[in-house]
């Protein structure tokens, strides 16, 4: 146990001397290197051969994937990702930790940081910004949509905000919810040091970040004119602007796989004593049936993409139906990835909002094994439903029943989760603090997701619904009225933890109660459009739909001014007011609360041993605040 | 501490709790119900213009219909217990009685919920088989129409970057921009695309194809009385996706048979130089411009 | 265990850590803003159609290939130009009155690729009558010369481009193309509808490179695609 406690040494350089050494700078130095040495080589291998090669007369696509791959191995070994493979090869000693200290300030959240509570930070950084960004999109896709014509962005403009928008979206916030929360959390829940893989865990957050730079380079390339789902043959038809979507959702995979890979093996292995699989806090329960659903369903998304790679590049045909190849297999591969993918997306969400319930209630958890089972059911279920996207697409329908029947049974565990939280709720002294009010928004949002789902999952509803914007204002319920609820729910929560300083709360309320008055405002009429039969992702729409288009663009600027509210909370709350939160402001019995604030660089100064229910609410005394209290004292 | 934690309040009133919640659910839902199956249910998408679009009306307040007492159900509990269960005393924190669970509840809700489960897949697998729902159903449908329903009008849906044309192999083969479907009449869609994939979608109708290159997506619909319709694309498809539209009408037979009879003639000279009628028309990728 | 005395100054240090951080998020997602505006606001230039002696007319040109300086000079494109074939503008969005005739004179510097519908061969739309190539009047044409098309679905305007043969002499490589290069004449008039903006495209896969033809000018605006502006 030793071994681990041993820290880096501060680093005794001042000023612009920090610039020098491993970290972002000279990741982005080294990385827009690689760029213009893929380049060279992409030059190179085409030769004067390029109109065979390339898409595009002029663009060099093995040029640019190249340029993206050499860049991004450029950015991680300036990152400092290289060092420890290198070094051992060398035959160093093997060292677990790097710039595991609070000697570095702010400085070490540019660098490569094994301590899992800066790589947490890092993710709430950087997923703010790139959340922020994509709301962005969709406040200028609104924009576009207040008339019936085009008339402030152009129609190739339009569709590349969809897609951004879409893609960023997804791409940022599947990390959105686990990045931050069970990075931090997660070791501290199940009395862990660190996650079983450090370095992995900053490898999978830069990794990232490289991905939504390459995104934002679409911009410069035209932009890409698939929406998020980069259907094919479409997609092989785009310019180099979709070379940047397979870069960027090539690195969304690449980086969920590992963190998934990273939490799986944290939490079946680095529990400690006497923290028994039964005893695991409910958001752990949900961040491990994440992890399955990322590590393994990432690898079709990166498999389908380097199948269109090749399209485009070294002319296979995998998709391309008139030579042998086809759409149907992009098709397939996508939703076999993204229909776990959007269960990654909500089941962080409702493992949130049930830890954050319990607390105010102040009761134990309803149906503790339910809440287990409601959980990796919908991640087991998750994998057989994804041909429900497929209901009109013309591939053979004799499976149809049964997509029909698996998707509707996925609403058997869904139904688990509602009722855990609604058993929780039962007589218990429920406390309305801002976070709890966004887990009960979760619930009212969560549940008009799941009414309409059942509108999609039924064949002859579909034909009606399928790609229409009913459709869209569904997986908004889920995701936005889902995610993003339980992702503020968590901000609240926990920031008093992680930054040990205490949210306003009055603000809160104002950005809870605008937020959720123009998210409903906002995304019932769109079930309404889509009854009427407005197709997704169109510039232009009937002239008699303006009036309920208008006032869903209005209520979407209210969502963006909750949103200022919230940005303008965090700043003056963190930045000015700074009120400490002390080390258990919500007066809460679970692990992390136990801790002091700010949590220690090695979390425990011994290892706990835990011999009580996750949640020792209404008996007398709590035993597992108690038993941490002495545990962190004894001996282990 | 611990006898204040189960006071009177929350401790021994638990099954009036039961019985309010019971009954506020019991009075939302007969007065929802009806409403919806009555009042909302007429209006649902996609209107009463075809067989298959009736079909999608009864399907959807089916579903509504159903939907509405387990809304409602966590709906008047959330209101009821966020109401009913609030800290009175917010100064002092007092914890809520360690219920673990309840395993009846959890053994019926879960029987509860299986049953609306399974009877929705049975439901709208039933529905689906019986004349496909105006959905796309592939090259080999498996819910075809009965021989009693007689022989199907072809039409065969061109969907290309982007305009839908609509060609008629029963008519001598002639493509044309606008549709006209007779009326009382069983339609055989065959939808192929050209390029890309599309969607045809003809909203009135109750159908909704894919338009893949290289596959033939047949979908059945009867017709009604006379109707007017709107087609759109509902898959993104490029650039002008959003404009990929047009308006098609379900006209009398005597009306239909002129109509499609003067388009042969003046499509006359452009018939000859189509390709023969086939069930898809692969890209040709070696046709590339400059 | 940090000492009590430190605490006031870690918190001032921590309160300066959070204002550099909030500056630079803000600053992060300002910039990625600009960056992205950038590009959102281009569009391409618009040509307004004259008053002539006989009516309203309206001048194009399509070549195989826009000017060496554009972004995407391999592209092929939609020129305005005049009467004299001068004045090119990269405009795709034309200008027109409402309700009324436009005499429209294409300049078709294109090679022939072919029509991947042939259904499209026939003209449409236009007044009866009136579509000329290199003044002959025609009903149809032959499905493979076309090099392009103008066709605008929402009005049923749809007007076949046949393309220069690919033995002609003198082709033209780049715009602005000379009328001394080979090139196809083609006149057309047409009703414009009420005031609206009007989509238009072309129908011949003449994306070269792209698969099947159909992507770069195909898809982009200011190429292959625009916009009648009706006032």
């Given at each position: 146990?030793t071994a681990i406690?041993?820290?880096v040494?501060?680093?005794?350089?001042t000023?612009w001397?920090?610039l020098?050494?491993f970290?972002m700078?000279?990741?982005i130095?080294?990385?827009?290197?690689?760029?213009?040495l893929?380049?060279?080589i992409?030059?190179?291998?085409?030769?004067q051969?390029?109109?065979?090669?390339?898409?595009?007369?002029?663009?060099n696509?093995?040029?640019?994937?190249?340029?993206?791959?050499?860049?991004?191995?450029?950015?991680?070994?300036?990152?400092?990702?290289?060092?420890?493979?290198?070094k051992r090869?060398?035959?160093?000693?093997p060292?677990?930790?790097?710039?595991?200290?609070?000697a570095g300030?702010?400085?070490?959240?540019?660098?490569?940081?094994?301590?899992?509570?800066?790589?947490?930070?890092?993710?709430?950084a950087?997923?703010?910004?790139f959340f922020f960004?994509?709301?962005?999109?969709?406040?200028?896709?609104?924009t576009e949509?207040?008339?019936?014509?085009?008339?402030?962005?152009?129609a190739?403009?339009?569709?590349?905000?969809?897609?951004?928008?879409?893609?960023?979206?997804?791409g940022?916030?599947?990390s959105?919810l686990l990045g931050p929360?069970?990075t931090?959390?997660?070791?501290?829940?199940i009395?862990?040091r660190?996650?079983?893989f450090?370095?992995l865990?900053?490898f999978a957050?830069?990794?990232?970040?490289?991905g939504?730079?390459?995104?934002?380079t679409?911009v410069?390339f035209?932009?890409?004119?698939?929406?998020?789902?980069?259907y094919?043959?479409?997609?092989?038809?785009?310019?180099?602007?979709?070379?940047a979507?397979?870069?960027?959702?090539?690195?969304?995979?690449?980086?969920?796989?590992?963190?998934?890979?990273?939490l799986?093996?944290t939490?079946?292995t680095?529990?400690?004593?006497?923290?028994t699989w039964?005893?695991l806090?409910?958001?752990?329960?949900s961040?491990y049936?994440?992890a399955?659903?990322?590590?393994?369903?990432?690898?079709?998304?990166?498999a389908?993409?380097?199948?269109?790679a090749?399209?485009?590049?070294?002319?296979?045909?995998?998709?391309?139906?008139?030579?042998g190849?086809?759409?149907?297999?992009?098709?397939n591969?996508?939703?076999?990835?993204?229909?776990?993918?959007?269960?990654?997306l909500?089941?962080p969400?409702?493992?949130?909002?049930?830890?954050?319930?319990?607390?105010?209630?102040?009761?134990?958890?309803?149906?503790?094994?339910?809440?287990?089972?409601?959980?990796?059911g919908?991640?087991?279920?998750?994998w057989?439903?994804?041909?429900?996207?497929?209901?009109?697409?013309g591939?053979?329908?004799d499976l149809?029943p049964?997509?029909?029947?698996?998707?509707?049974l996925?609403?058997?565990p869904?139904?688990?989760?509602?009722?855990?939280a609604m058993?929780?709720?039962?007589r218990?002294?429920?406390?309305?603090?801002?976070?709890?009010?966004?887990?009960l928004g979760?619930?009212?949002?969560?549940?008009?997701?799941?009414?309409?789902?059942?509108?999609n999952?039924?064949v002859?509803?579909?034909?009606?619904?399928?790609?229409?914007?009913?459709?869209?204002a569904?997986?908004?319920?889920?995701?936005?009225?889902?995610?993003i609820f339980g992702?503020?729910?968590?901000i609240y929560y926990?920031?008093?933890?992680m930054?040990?300083?205490?949210l306003?709360?009055?603000?809160g309320?104002?950005?809870?109660?605008?937020?959720?008055?123009?998210?409903?405002?906002?995304?019932?009429?769109?079930?309404?459009?889509?009854?009427?039969g407005?197709?997704?992702?169109?510039?232009?729409?009937?002239?008699?739909w303006?009036?309920?288009?208008?006032?869903?663009t209005?209520?979407?600027?209210v969502i963006?001014?909750?949103?200022?509210?919230?940005l303008?909370?965090?700043?003056?709350?963190l930045?000015?007011k700074?009120?400490p939160?002390?080390?258990?402001?919500?007066?809460?019995?679970s692990?992390?609360w136990?801790?002091p604030?700010?949590?220690?660089?090695?979390?425990?100064?011994?290892?706990?041993t835990?011999?009580?229910?996750p949640?020792?609410?209404?008996v007398?005394?709590?035993?597992?605040?108690?038993?941490?209290?002495t545990?962190?004292?004894?001996?282990? | 501490?611990?006898s204040?934690?189960r006071?009177?309040?929350?401790?021994?009133?638990g099954?009036?709790?039961?019985?309010?919640?019971?009954?506020?659910?019991?009075?939302?839902?007969?007065?929802?119900v009806?409403?919806?199956v009555?009042?909302?249910g007429p209006?649902?998408?996609p209107?009463n213009?075809?067989?298959?679009?009736?079909?999608?009306?009864?399907d959807?307040?089916?579903?509504?219909?159903?939907?509405?007492?387990?809304?409602?159900?966590?709906?008047?509990?959330?209101?009821?217990?966020v109401?009913?269960?609030?800290e009175?005393?917010?100064?002092v924190f007092?914890?809520?009685p360690?219920?673990?669970?309840?395993?009846s509840?959890?053994?019926?809700?879960?029987v509860?919920?299986?049953?609306?489960?399974?009877f929705?897949?049975?439901y709208?697998?039933?529905?689906m088989?019986a004349?496909?729902a105006?959905g796309?159903?592939?090259?080999?449908?498996?819910?075809?129409?009965?021989?009693?329903?007689?022989?199907?009008?072809?039409?065969?849906?061109?969907?290309q970057?982007?305009q839908?044309?609509?060609?008629?192999?029963?008519?001598?083969?002639v493509?044309?921009?606008?549709?006209?479907l007779?009326?009382?009449?069983?339609?055989?869609?065959?939808?192929?695309?050209?390029?890309?994939?599309?969607?045809?979608?003809?909203?009135e109708?109750?159908?909704?194809a894919?338009?893949?290159?290289?596959?033939?997506?047949?979908a059945?619909?009867?017709t009604?009385?006379?109707?007017?319709?709107?087609?759109?694309?509902?898959?993104?498809?490029?650039?002008?996706?959003?404009?990929?539209f047009?308006?098609?009408?379900?006209v009398?037979?005597?009306?239909?048979?002129?109509w499609?009879?003067?388009q042969?003639?003046?499509?006359?000279?452009?018939?000859?130089?189509?390709?023969?009628?086939?069930?898809?028309?692969?890209?040709q990728?070696?046709r590339r411009?400059? | 265990?940090?000492?009590?005395?430190s605490?006031?100054?870690?918190?001032k240090?921590?309160?300066?850590?959070?204002?550099?951080t909030a500056t630079?998020?803000?600053a992060?997602?300002?910039?990625?803003?600009?960056?992205i505006?950038?590009?959102?606001?281009?569009?391409p230039?618009?040509?307004?159609?004259?008053?002539?002696p006989?009516?309203?007319q309206?001048?194009?040109?399509?070549v195989a290939?826009?000017?060496?300086?554009d972004p995407?000079?391999t592209?092929?494109s939609?020129?305005?130009t005049d009467?004299n074939?001068?004045?090119?503008?990269h405009?795709?969005?034309?200008?027109?009155?409402?309700?009324?005739?436009?005499?429209?004179?294409v300049?078709?510097?294109?090679?022939?690729?072919?029509?991947?519908?042939?259904?499209?061969?026939?003209?449409?739309?236009a007044?009866?009558?009136?579509y000329?190539?290199?003044?002959?009047?025609?009903?149809?044409?032959?499905?493979?010369?076309a090099s392009?098309?103008?066709?605008?679905p929402?009005?049923?305007?749809?007007?076949?481009?046949?393309?220069?043969s690919?033995?002609a002499?003198?082709p033209c490589?780049?715009?602005?193309?000379?009328?001394?290069?080979?090139?196809?004449?083609?006149?057309?008039?047409f009703?414009t509808?009420?005031?609206?903006?009007y989509?238009w495209?072309?129908?011949?896969?003449c994306g070269a490179?792209?698969?099947?033809?159909?992507?770069g000018?195909?898809?982009?605006?200011?190429?292959?695609?625009g916009?009648?502006?009706?006032?």
């Amino acid at each position: 146990m030793t071994a681990i406690a041993v820290s880096v040494p501060a680093h005794r350089r001042t000023g612009w001397q920090k610039l020098i050494g491993f970290n972002m700078l000279t990741g982005i130095l080294l990385g827009i290197g690689g760029w213009f040495l893929g380049q060279l080589i992409g030059d190179h291998i085409t030769g004067q051969n390029i109109a065979y090669y390339s898409t595009e007369a002029g663009q060099n696509d093995i040029a640019i994937l190249l340029g993206y791959f050499l860049g991004v191995v450029g950015f991680l070994v300036g990152m400092g990702f290289a060092n420890y493979p290198v070094k051992r090869l060398l035959g160093y000693p093997p060292a677990l930790a790097e710039r595991e200290s609070e000697a570095g300030g702010l400085f070490r959240y540019f660098t490569l940081s094994t301590d899992h509570k800066v790589v947490a930070k890092q993710y709430m950084a950087g997923i703010g910004v790139f959340f922020f960004v994509a709301g962005l999109n969709a406040m200028l896709i609104r924009t576009e949509l207040l008339q019936p014509n085009v008339h402030v962005f152009g129609a190739n403009q339009y569709l590349t905000l969809v897609g951004m928008h879409g893609s960023m979206m997804l791409g940022t916030m599947t990390s959105g919810l686990l990045g931050p929360f069970a990075t931090f959390l997660v070791p501290l829940m199940i009395g862990s040091r660190r996650m079983a893989f450090s370095r992995l865990s900053s490898f999978a957050f830069w990794l990232l970040m490289a991905g939504e730079i390459i995104l934002l380079t679409t911009v410069f390339f035209g932009g890409f004119q698939t929406g998020w789902t980069g259907y094919q043959p479409l997609a092989s038809q785009g310019t180099a602007g979709y070379d940047a979507y397979i870069g960027f959702f090539a690195l969304v995979g690449l980086s969920m796989t590992l963190f998934g890979f990273n939490l799986v093996v944290t939490i079946t292995t680095m529990r400690a004593p006497g923290m028994t699989w039964s005893r695991l806090p409910i958001f752990v329960w949900s961040a491990y049936a994440t992890a399955w659903l990322m590590m393994l369903a990432a690898p079709m998304l990166i498999a389908a993409l380097l199948m269109a790679a090749m399209d485009r590049t070294i002319q296979t045909s995998f998709f391309s139906p008139g030579n042998g190849g086809s759409g149907y297999l992009f098709q397939n591969l996508f939703w076999v990835f993204g229909h776990p993918e959007v269960y990654i997306l909500a089941l962080p969400g409702m493992g949130i909002v049930l830890e954050i319930m319990v607390v105010f209630s102040r009761k134990p958890l309803w149906g503790y094994r339910l809440a287990v089972a409601g959980m990796l059911g919908i991640a087991f279920l998750s994998w057989f439903v994804w041909q429900h996207h497929l209901f009109v697409s013309g591939i053979d329908a004799d499976l149809r029943p049964f997509y029909m029947l698996s998707t509707e049974l996925i609403s058997l565990p869904t139904g688990f989760i509602f009722l855990c939280a609604m058993g929780t709720l039962w007589r218990g002294r429920i406390r309305l603090t801002v976070p709890m009010l966004f887990c009960l928004g979760w619930m009212f949002n969560f549940l008009w997701g799941g009414i309409s789902g059942v509108f999609n999952s039924d064949v002859p509803s579909d034909v009606t619904t399928h790609g229409s914007y009913f459709v869209m204002a569904h997986f908004h319920y889920t995701i936005m009225g889902g995610l993003i609820f339980g992702f503020f729910a968590a901000i609240y929560y926990w920031v008093p933890k992680m930054y040990g300083v205490k949210l306003n709360e009055r603000l809160g309320k104002i950005h809870f109660w605008t937020l959720i008055i123009a998210f409903n405002s906002t995304f019932a009429p769109l079930f309404a459009l889509g009854f009427m039969g407005m197709p997704r992702r169109v510039v232009t729409y009937n002239p008699a739909w303006q009036g309920l288009n208008d006032w869903v663009t209005v209520s979407a600027y209210v969502i963006g001014l909750s949103m200022l509210v919230f940005l303008f909370n965090v700043i003056w709350s963190l930045a000015f007011k700074r009120e400490p939160a002390g080390a258990n402001p919500w007066n809460s019995k679970s692990t992390e609360w136990q801790l002091p604030t700010p949590v220690p660089v090695h979390d425990f100064e011994e290892i706990p041993t835990f011999s009580a229910d996750p949640y020792p609410y209404g008996v007398e005394p709590a035993p597992v605040a108690a038993s941490m209290r002495t545990a962190v004292r004894e001996e282990v | 501490m611990l006898s204040d934690a189960r006071g009177p309040r929350s401790g021994d009133n638990g099954p009036r709790h039961w019985r309010n919640v019971v009954v506020l659910w019991t009075i939302a839902s007969l007065i929802m119900v009806p409403i919806v199956v009555w009042v909302i249910g007429p209006g649902l998408p996609p209107g009463n213009g075809t067989v298959e679009a009736s079909g999608q009306v009864t399907d959807n307040t089916v579903l509504l219909a159903i939907a509405t007492p387990v809304a409602l159900a966590v709906l008047v509990y959330l209101a009821y217990a966020v109401w009913a269960f609030r800290e009175r005393t917010p100064e002092v924190f007092v914890d809520g009685p360690a219920i673990q669970g309840n395993s009846s509840v959890q053994f019926w809700w879960l029987v509860a919920t299986t049953v609306i489960v399974l009877f929705l897949a049975g439901y709208g697998s039933v529905r689906m088989l019986a004349d496909g729902a105006g959905g796309g159903q592939g090259p080999s449908p498996i819910a075809t129409p009965a021989a009693s329903e007689g022989k199907p009008v072809i039409v065969q849906v061109i969907a290309q970057q982007w305009q839908f044309t609509y060609r008629w192999p029963q008519y001598g083969g002639v493509e044309t921009s606008a549709i006209d479907l007779p009326t009382n009449s069983l339609v055989k869609f065959e939808v192929t695309s050209l390029d890309v994939i599309h969607s045809f979608w003809a909203y009135e109708l109750g159908v909704k194809a894919d338009a893949n290159p290289g596959i033939d997506n047949i979908a059945y619909v009867t017709t009604k009385g006379p109707l007017a319709f709107h087609v759109r694309c509902a898959e993104l498809c490029g650039v002008w996706h959003g404009y990929m539209f047009n308006q098609g009408r379900v006209v009398p037979k005597a009306q239909f048979t002129s109509w499609i009879t003067s388009q042969r003639q003046a499509d006359a000279a452009t018939t000859k130089v189509l390709d023969p009628f086939s069930k898809t028309y692969y890209p040709q990728p070696l046709r590339r411009g400059g | 265990m940090l000492n009590q005395l430190s605490e006031k100054g870690r918190m001032k240090g921590s309160a300066k850590r959070g204002v550099i951080t909030a500056t630079a998020v803000l600053a992060a997602i300002a910039a990625i803003a600009v960056y992205i505006g950038v590009y959102l606001v281009q569009a391409p230039a618009s040509a307004v159609a004259t008053q002539g002696p006989s009516g309203v007319q309206l001048h194009l040109a399509t070549v195989a290939a826009a000017e060496t300086t554009d972004p995407h000079p391999t592209w092929v494109s939609y020129y305005s130009t005049d009467a004299n074939d001068q004045n090119w503008r990269h405009a795709t969005t034309y200008v027109l009155p409402a309700h009324t005739l436009v005499h429209v004179t294409v300049y078709e510097f294109d090679s022939q690729t072919g029509l991947r519908n042939p259904f499209l061969s026939q003209p449409q739309g236009a007044t009866s009558g009136s579509y000329q190539v290199d003044g002959k009047s025609l009903t149809s044409t032959d499905p493979s010369v076309a090099s392009h098309i103008f066709a605008v679905p929402q009005i049923g305007l749809s007007i076949p481009l046949p393309g220069i043969s690919s033995s002609a002499k003198n082709p033209c490589s780049n715009a602005p193309c000379p009328l001394s290069t080979a090139h196809v004449t083609i006149t057309f008039t047409f009703r414009t509808p009420g005031k609206g903006l009007y989509r238009w495209q072309c129908f011949v896969p003449c994306g070269a490179g792209f698969i099947d033809g159909n992507g770069g000018p195909m898809q982009t605006v200011g190429y292959m695609d625009g916009f009648l502006h009706v006032v």
